[in-house]
T-cell receptor, first 114, second 116 residues
Framework: QKEVEQDPGPLSVPEGAIVSLNCTYS??????FMWYRQYSRKGPELLMY????GNKEDGRFTAQVDKSSKYISLFIRDSQPSDSATYLC??????????????FGTGTKLQVIP | GAGVSQSPRYKVAKRGQDVALRCDPI?????LFWYQQALGQGPEFLTY????????KSGLPSDRFFAERPEGSVSTLKIQRTQQEDSAVYLC??????????????FGPGTRLTVL
């Protein structure tokens, strides 16, 4: 079993829809929870991060972390065709070497149809 | 430039060839990470440098993989005797604070390696 599980999709939604992306994890030592967006043939770019549990909102994006359930979510409101990309959840904690090693999910491919 | 750059962007190698992939991190960034991203998968950690010191190489798949960062800036990932299973995108990321990664790292565009 992988440390981080993410449904690879693809997920296809009409423009304007609310999108919900989710990941589960097994390592209780994770402290930082991140969402990256990756366009085709590009490197991942950080969208949002949360430290420990709670919600964080940034424009049309909301990230939620529930450490008790080991479950994280990303919501995209009023989705746009430009949101079409692969969304990667990622998590990290400080390891015994005193630095963070990031573990990624497989990514969910999202397509927003005009 | 302002971001992380990688070269070449695309590399085709015949099985058994050696390849070298270069990463130019953001100037002044202490931490440098290499990841391997197979098709349809998320990036997998390969190795971590803090300045010129390679602090973690636990993700390197075999002894055919070797990474260096001799002067604490540019890094090279070398793969000897390439195999078809080495085909992937190799991503480099750099971060300013030592030891921190997930929420502070900036990725390059990657090098897409195809082994025939």
């Amino acid at each position: 079993q992988k440390e981080v599980e993410q449904d690879p999709g693809p997920l296809s939604v009409p423009e304007g829809a609310i999108v919900s992306l989710n990941c589960t994890y097994s390592n209780s030592a994770f402290q930082y929870f991140m969402w990256y967006r990756q366009y085709s043939r590009k490197g991942p770019e950080l969208l949002m991060y949360t430290y420990s549990s709670g919600n964080k909102e940034d424009g049309r994006f909301t990230a939620q972390v529930d450490k008790s359930s080991k479950y994280i979510s990303l919501f995209i409101r009023d989705s746009q065709p430009s949101d079409s990309a692969t969304y990667l959840c990622a998590m990290s904690g400080v390891n015994s070497g005193g630095y963070q090693k990031v573990t990624f999910g497989t990514g969910t491919k999202l397509q927003v149809i005009p | 430039g302002a971001g992380v750059s990688q070269s070449p962007r695309y590399k085709v190698a015949k099985r058994g060839q050696d390849v070298a992939l270069r990463c130019d991190p953001i100037s002044g960034h202490v931490s440098l990470f290499w990841y391997q991203q197979a098709l349809g998968q998320g990036p997998e950690f390969l190795t971590y440098f803090q300045n010129e010191a390679q602090l973690d190489k636990s993700g390197l798949p075999s002894d055919r993989f070797f990474a260096e960062r001799p002067e604490g800036s540019v890094s090279t990932l070398k793969i000897q005797r390439t195999q078809q299973e080495d085909s992937a995108v190799y991503l480099c990321a750099s971060s300013s604070p030592p030891g921190l990664a997930g929420h502070t790292q900036y990725f390059g565009p990657g090098t897409r390696l195809t082994v025939l």
